[in-house]
């Protein structure tokens, strides 16, 4: 779920000092993409036997405006180009999950037991093989600690590097994109068991590796490095495969995790040992920039409290009326119903869960195929329930190698993340993520909340979720880096909720072609509710304007070439979809609702709770009055669900308040005082 970076010139090169130091900020900027909650960097200086680490809670860039950092590179070019030792950095890019990055520990590269490493990734299982090697010692917060802890303890017991790296790898459950460094030897590990890393090397003195095949393409394009280094192959490192590399002349040995290990000549020749020494950069972070599991959040005094300020209007909300053969209420917008109580929303309706075959779906993406295992297929995957269905069956059954791509904007809570991961590790597939600047995305949530509670209205609720709509420019964004054409969504037409729009004046359109499609027409009244909400409520014109009027772009106007939905072609079917999930993958599922739709998102729980308290139905009726129409439920069984769908989720609710920093308390009161529609 980060950036990881490095580079090696051996003594025998004449690279100057002005390559090599733009080489390190390129590719270290490229790799910010991929976070900046936090990141480190560290050189290995053998002329003094010495390892520095840097450490930021920031973003890279701070640590490159430090003396510190000048101050190592000027030392450590010079002891390259006048003592002719290896010039060797790596560093990280950090997307905060496990350990807050305000502790010093929790951030990378981690040094643990005599090994310092750099881990992009989530170890989705680290409680689990604590509690098997319940000897080894715990200090840190950060799951990589454990994957450290594990290759330091064999090796101690006498298995080789490799035959160490193997049985770490295979007690882990979710994503590792790793470099290891050991402070007694001079190879160094490279290696992933997803494919999320990928290196490029003249074979001879020079060695780079990052996370994504497009880093290294641009580095070597923007620099030229050819010039200097000779000609670059950029490869990747593909699932389970990592090198045994000698410091010395960079000479490559390749094992697979998978596969019986033997060992090689000069493997585990050991060195003087190096000594650590460690420098912080403190940057300008606070509680609210940081990603804490909901589950864990709050053991604080006050919880019962304010768990109390929730409210559910269940008793009111049962007496509106409702169609009589799906569940909507008369406060659903447009809504109307017949002399047999059956609203229009049902008499519209075109059944869509009647797809056309999976043969036809074989059919389209067999040009697109590739015949030498490269990728081939771009499947943007938020972590929930339908995009892991779909990365399943678009690697296991139409046999494609597809990277998943994903967005994170700082909603993406560390259940989705876990669950990422775990899919991601055991299908071996690449996760190309990229990170928005996650405390702008926060800051601009927060505006907009407390210019919405200034004056509420339904309709500009989706101002909230604005953040999120690049996922479709990043989308192409990344199937251009990649060189890619075909994507497969995971988007189910059972998930439409027009009724955002519904409550802007924006009529239903009950034959349109795709979810998120709009007429010309609906779009002109939606932007029209827009601004004039924005001249009535000149609050909404604060710093994020400039995100919301690019999330608008973002949506409606981006191209979709070679676009397909899976469920076009596969009938959706509920119960086969978590059977597969939590049977195959493990599938993590939230402690504070039952279903298993939208729990990866940190919005959803914050804008259903005001849905429902101020209209009297969510999302979920919406979705499960979609399943009444398709047949795949009856009306009965939809209210039981709905019943406990609709609870206020406590947990979520005030870990999303709280991570944008509003007042839990003065919210959830506004909200409560909002009038009804009942």
């Not at 053969?325 to 047999?340: H, N, Q, R, V």
């Not at 081939?376 to 139409?398: A, E, I, M, W, Y």
Request: proline residues 2%.
């Amino acid at each position: 779920m980060c950036g990881i970076f490095g580079i090696i010139a051996t003594d025998e090169s004449k690279y100057s000092s002005k390559f090599l130091k733009k080489t390190v900020k390129k590719i270290a900027s490229l790799s910010e993409t991929r976070g900046k909650d936090s990141s480190g960097i560290c050189f290995r200086n053998s002329s003094q036997k010495k390892y520095s680490l840097i450490k930021a809670t920031s973003p890279i860039s701070e640590i490159f405006d430090s003396n510190h950092y000048s101050n190592l590179l000027k030392e450590n070019l010079e002891a390259f180009s006048t003592k002719k030792t290896n010039f060797t950095v790596f560093g990280h890019s950090r997307l905060v999950t496990n350990g807050s990055q305000l502790e010093d520990f929790n951030n990378q590269p981690v040094l643990k037991d005599n090994i310092i490493a750099i881990h992009n990734g989530i170890i989705a299982n680290d409680s689990q093989i604590w509690e098997k090697y319940s000897h080894l010692e715990k200090k840190y917060d950060i799951d990589t600690e454990i994957m450290l802890s594990l290759v330091s303890d064999f090796i101690n017991k006498g298995d080789s590097i490799q035959q160490s790296i193997k049985k770490t790898i295979n007690e882990v459950y979710g994503t590792v994109s790793t470099a290891m460094f050991f402070k007694d030897k001079n190879d160094f590990v490279l290696g992933t068991n997803n494919g999320s890393l990928y290196y490029a090397t003249n074979s001879n003195d020079f060695l780079i590796f990052a996370s994504e095949r497009y880093m290294l393409e641009k580095l070597i394009s923007d620099l030229n490095t050819q010039k200097y280094t000779g000609h670059l192959e950029v490869s990747q490192l593909k699932a389970n495969n990592f090198l045994l590399i000698n410091l010395d002349n960079l000479s490559v040995n390749k094992f697979n995790v998978r596969d019986s290990i033997t060992k090689n000549s000069f493997e585990g020749k050991t060195s003087e040992e190096f000594d650590i020494e460690k420098f912080t950069i403190k940057g300008i972070n606070n509680k609210k920039s940081i990603v804490i599991d909901v589950d864990q959040y709050y053991l604080d005094s006050e919880d019962s409290s304010k768990r109390n300020l929730l409210i559910n209007n269940e008793e009111k909300i049962n007496r509106l009326k409702k169609c009589t053969k799906c569940i909507l209420p008369e406060t659903f917008p447009f809504i109307s119903f017949d002399a047999l109580g059956v609203c229009n929303y049902c008499n519209n309706y075109i059944k869509r869960n009647q797809p056309k075959s999976i043969e036809e779906l074989k059919k389209i993406v067999q040009p697109y195929k590739s015949k030498n295992g490269e990728v081939d297929c771009l499947v943007p995957f938020s972590g929930g329930r339908d995009s892991t269905f779909v990365l399943h069956f678009v690697k296991k059954v139409l046999g494609l190698n597809p990277i998943a791509y994903t967005y994170d904007w700082g909603m993406v809570t560390d259940l989705a993340r876990r669950n990422i991961a775990r899919v991601c590790g055991k299908l071996g597939v690449e996760n190309i993520i990229v990170a928005a600047d996650i405390k702008m995305k926060r800051r601009n949530i927060r505006l907009n909340i407390e210019a919405w509670l200034k004056n509420p209205n339904l309709g500009m609720i989706p101002l909230f979720m604005a953040g999120d709509k690049q996922f479709f420019k990043y989308a192409n964004v990344i199937k251009r880096q990649a060189k890619l054409d075909l994507n497969i969504w995971g988007i189910n037409f059972l998930e439409n909720t027009d009724f955002k729009v519904g409550f802007c004046g924006v009529p239903p359109d009950w034959g349109k072609e795709m979810i998120y499609s709009m007429s010309a027409k609906r779009k002109g009244k939606l932007f029209g509710f827009v601004a004039k909400n924005f001249i009535k409520s000149p609050s909404y014109i604060n710093s994020s304007i400039y995100d919301t009027i690019d999330s608008f772009l973002s949506r409606y106007l981006n191209p979709r070439k070679d676009y397909y939905h899976f469920f076009d072609f596969y009938k959706w079917d509920e119960k086969e979809i978590e059977d597969i999930l939590i049977n195959e993958y493990d599938w993590e599922i939230a402690k504070d609702i039952k279903s298993t739709w939208r729990i990866g998102d940190g919005t959803a729980s914050f804008y259903n709770y005001i849905y429902y308290t101020v209209a009297g139905f969510s999302e979920f009726d919406t979705f499960r009055s979609n399943q009444i129409r398709e047949g795949i439920l009856n009306r009965e069984e939809a209210i039981e669900l709905v019943k406990e769908e609709n609870k206020p989720r406590y947990n979520s609710l005030r870990w999303y308040v709280e991570i944008v920093g509003l007042n839990f308390e003065d919210t959830i009161k506004k909200i409560n005082q909002i009038p009804t529609l009942y």
